[in-house]
């Protein structure tokens, strides 16, 4: 059994924190993860930040900008993470980014690095399907590193099986349309038609939804309908401008945990 | 048989280029898109709007305008087509017609755009006013500055210009942002792409809209040289919409030299370019593989070009295809030598072409093109919403 899925099995309600990796300076990534796990976080998503980030509301691209402008890239994230796991030993931790820097860094060298560092799992929005399904499965069965991929309302029955099929995490229900950070009030009758008819899909993986969950309210109604939740946007909003960003993260996940 | 290069495999590759890398959130959208256009495209009563816009509301056919005094200067003879003509002075209208057509087909309520030079963003305001649909455009910052007419254009035709201040600010963040929206409004609404860009089928979608352009061209050289196939086809390539047009029904005559004509900004190697046949490797770039100027890391980075419709960081993945393959050749041409041929084609014909299009006249000068054979420029579009630039670089003009 992986990371992933023993946390699964060992708690109820799991906070899955985002963090744009060097933001908001660029040695913050490892302090901050520490923090997170420390405060209560139960999975970390730490994102590659990238310049065109299409499936990012303007929070997360503004944390990116400002990330890329520290001198974040692969090479030295894969650096910082050197220490992770003496850092965060039994957490699970995933990295989420979009392709194109991960195919100019080389895939199979990206997995490779990834896996040495104790990365569990990645979340790559626009990788296809049916690439991943032939081309990238394999290599991540190899390195031992499983796929996180996302479902929306929109997300058709077979599709949502095949990726159940394929993902030995936990499948990611986006909240409604938009990015992430959305602060449009969600439909809320068809919100609920939608986690009601996923959670009785009686799916093999476990299910956290994200996309503009902000605070303790939001966390604890997703938990009311999945597995836990993901909170990304309003950790880095609370991160912007303040002094002590691993005292401020560990503040945000002690509010949420309450 | 030599495989076509018109048609994009199944999954939408032209070679190794091509392809729809679209998080989940956009997959419905695209594959709503994907499993409907052809059938829609083929359908009669689409193809009878189709002509009929085409022909009263759009002024098509435009004319194939042999330029004499051009020719006289160049050492040999040119045509221009004369895609400057049709309605909103650019070809991006071919396009808009075509795709709203298949919106309301699709039974979409709301059109959302991305433009640079305006022109894209124009042509789509103009069909939504005509079919009655609400319209959002979204324009970088600095492209709403440098052309200030065509978005007062779009707001009197009743569109709402969304400024986009991330990034650089230009076509590129537009685009981004107008993803962004159709993520966000998944069911409604239709995004008009305005080049061969973007996720499959995007980019044959577009040049199946542009391809009237070329058709036109067979017609009329066949009645006025005699031939259907000129020597060369010479267009400008920001993302490619025009080219693919003018290419479209050439792709499959080796005999035709494609000449694909790039903004090299201040020079290629200046730092201050978006000349992305040369600089640019592949990767990803709204939804498509293909060739994008970025930095060793994978960010994209921002090209360069004083006209707002060639820079953008990438290609269509056709002329990524077209490039690696060796069927079409690219030139590069500076601001300079555009704005040389801006001034040389008002003087000598008479017309004052788009900033754009002047990229692809200046490229005359490098085709190494005799006496005797066609050459056909397209002539994408007109100068009138670039006056201001003109006027701020009156001392190259004259």
Redesign the interface.
């Known amino acids: 059994m992986n990371r992933i899925q023993t946390a699964f099995q060992q708690k109820k309600n799991l906070l899955n924190m985002y963090f744009t990796a060097g933001y908001p300076s660029l040695h913050d990534t490892l302090p901050l993860a520490q923090a997170l796990v420390d405060a209560g976080a139960d999975i970390l998503e730490i994102g590659m930040p990238?310049?065109?980030p299409?499936?990012d509301?303007?929070v997360i691209?503004r944390s990116s900008?400002v990330a890329?402008a520290n001198g974040m890239?692969?090479?030295v994230l894969f650096g910082q993470l050197q220490a992770l796991r003496a850092a965060v030993p039994d957490t699970p931790v995933l990295l989420m980014g979009?392709?194109?820097?991960?195919?100019?860094?080389g895939v199979e060298t990206f997995l490779q690095k990834a896996a040495d560092v104790g990365i569990d799992g990645l979340i790559l929005?626009?990788?296809?399907l049916?690439?991943y399904e032939e081309t990238y499965h394999p290599l991540f069965q190899k390195y031992g590193l499983k796929a996180v991929?996302?479902?929306?309302p929109?997300?058709?029955e077979t599709?949502i099986r095949r990726l159940d099929a394929l993902s030995e995490a936990f499948l990611y229900l986006?909240s409604g349309?938009?990015?992430t950070g959305?602060t449009?009030l969600p439909d809320v009758e068809a919100q609920q038609e939608y986690f009601e008819r996923i959670a009785a899909m009686n799916l093999k993986n476990p299910r956290l939804i994200g996309f503009g969950i902000a605070d303790k309210k939001g966390f604890d109604h997703a938990c009311s309908h999945a597995d836990g939740a993901i909170i990304g946007s309003a950790l880095i909003r609370a991160l912007e401008d303040v002094e002590d960003a691993p005292a401020t993260a560990a503040h945000f996940v002690q509010v949420i945990k309450g | 048989m030599t495989p076509s290069y018109q048609q994009p495999s199944a999954?939408g590759y032209y070679g190794e280029f091509g392809?729809?890398?679209?998080?989940?959130?956009?997959?419905?959208n695209v594959e709503e898109l994907r499993t409907r256009y052809l059938e829609i495209l083929a359908d009669p009563d689409f193809q009878i709007d189709l002509q009929h816009l085409l022909r009263d509301y759009v002024g098509r056919p435009t004319p194939l305008f042999e330029a004499k005094r051009l020719s006289e200067r160049y050492g040999t003879r040119v045509f221009l087509k004369r895609e400057d003509l049709c309605h909103t002075g650019a070809h991006k209208i071919n396009n808009t017609v075509g795709q709203i057509l298949l919106a309301q087909r699709l039974g979409k309520k709301r059109i959302i755009a991305e433009t640079g030079a305006g022109q894209h963003g124009v042509a789509t305001a103009t069909v939504c006013a005509l079919m009655g649909l609400p319209c959002v455009v979204y324009m970088g910052a600095t492209d709403i500055e440098r052309q200030a007419p065509n978005v007062a254009r779009m707001r009197l035709l009743g569109a709402e210009v969304r400024r986009v201040t991330?990034?650089s600010q230009t076509l590129?963040d537009a685009t981004?942002e107008a993803?962004?929206d159709w993520?966000?409004?998944?069911?409604d609404t239709h995004y008009i792409i305005g080049s061969v860009v973007g996720p499959h089928p995007y980019p044959d979608l577009v040049a199946r809209l542009q391809a009237v352009i070329s058709e036109e061209m067979r017609a009329q050289l066949l009645e006025k040289t005699g031939t259907e196939l000129p020597d060369f086809v010479v267009a400008c390539v920001g993302g490619g919409s025009n080219a693919a047009g003018a290419f479209y029904h050439f792709l499959d005559e080796p005999s035709v030299r494609l000449i694909a004509v790039e903004a090299a900004g201040h020079g290629i190697h200046s730092g201050h370019s978006a000349a992305t046949s040369v600089l640019g490797?592949?990767?990803?770039?709204?939804?498509s593989r293909t060739l994008l100027m970025?930095d060793?890391?994978?960010?994209?980075?921002e090209p360069y070009s004083l006209s707002a419709g060639l820079d953008y960081p990438g290609i269509g993945p056709l002329h990524a295809h077209l490039g690696a393959s060796g069927r079409a050749e690219f030139i590069a041409i500076t601001d300079d030598e555009a704005l040389q041929a801006v001034s040389e084609l008002s003087r000598l014909e008479g017309i004052i072409p788009a900033l754009e299009t002047a990229h692809a006249l200046a490229a005359l000068a490098q085709l190494g093109a005799g006496p005797d054979d066609v050459v056909v420029v397209n002539l994408s579009g007109r100068g009138d919403k670039d006056l201001e630039t003109y006027l701020k670089n009156m001392d190259k003009l004259l």
């Open positions: 990238f310049s065109d299409l499936a509301g303007p691209q900008s890329l890239n692969l090479p979009y392709l194109n820097p991960v195919l100019q860094f929005p626009d990788l296809p049916d690439e991929f996302l479902i929306t929109q997300t058709s599709r986006v349309p938009g990015t959305g449009t | 999954r392809g729809a890398f679209v998080p989940e959130m956009l997959f419905p991330s990034g590129k981004n993803i962004r993520i966000a409004n998944p069911v490797t592949p990767g990803i770039i709204h939804g970025q060793e890391h994978g960010q994209i980075t």
